[in-house]
């Protein structure tokens, strides 16, 4: 395990300016809590309410970057932090600004062979009826760089009026969306810890939403939800996942830690729906559990991260 005294001052960024502010809030309060608890000097670090001049003329020795979404998984917190020469944990520029694009992840998959289902991004809702022949009527609209589920809409018989509305509701969320094919199964992720030859996924965990559906609100809230690590599948399924999930992490160019989350149809495809360079990390979330079904405890996971932080090479 790595000792605490060696991680120096650590900032934990969290909060920011994305959708996702407060589950970064959630995601980052627990990280300090842990860190501390563990004897590191960490103070947090909102670039959302702090100037990042601030962050300068403070000279940390590294950074645990806990922010979601647009501004903070995306390469541009990384692109300041290469900048000011402070190492931080997780993907480095490229693979963050690829890994918080959606259509940019799953044309990078299919590229080399990786299952993703077949999807495009529309700005224009007059390519809405060319969409329908495309893709056929069971569809999820979806933004390409948001999280956290908000503004996914899912549609069964979608026709060329019900596609024209759930675009234009996920496009309040961001204008950029993704229309892609709805795949029908058990929802699962894949959580990877390392880079390169060295990345290790941790045990899959299935994700047991009320009705299939795992949305912005029972992902943080109650108990709706169920779980299951490892994932109730033969050891056959559970490698085949595992193996497409390290690939998919490595094909992204990810580090230090990440998340893919997969779907699995009744006949056994799997399809990889995107990744989370930043996975969350509050109560509810799914790569401290994964960490736990082998024995890792939240603080262990954290300091484990935190001790990988780097800037590119
Ligand atoms: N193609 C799809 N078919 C069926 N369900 C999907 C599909 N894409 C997304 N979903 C559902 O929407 C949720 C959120 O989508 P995801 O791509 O993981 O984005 P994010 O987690 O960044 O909001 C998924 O966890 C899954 O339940
Ligand atoms: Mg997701």
Known sequence: MSDARNLGRVAVLMGGRSSEREVSLSSGSGVLAALRSSGVDAVSFDPGRQS???LESARFDRVFN???GVGGEDGTIQGVLEWLRVPYTGSGVLASAIGIDKQATCALWESIGLPVPKGRVVTDAAEVPALLAELGPSLVVKPNKDGS???VVKLEDATAETLAEA???SQEVETDVIVEQRIHGREFTCALLGEGAGTQALPVVEIMAPGGDYNSVNKYQGNEVKYACPAPLDDAKTEEMKRLAVEAYRAVGARGWGRIDTMMEPDGTIYLLEINTNPGMTPHSL?????RAIGVSYEELVLRVAAEARLDR
């Open 149 to 151: 589920s908000f503004g």
């Open 287 to 291: 790569v401290p559990m994964a960490a």
């Open 52 to 54: 990042l001049a601030e």
């Open 167 to 169: 675009i234009r509701s």
């Open 66 to 68: 806990m922010l979601h």
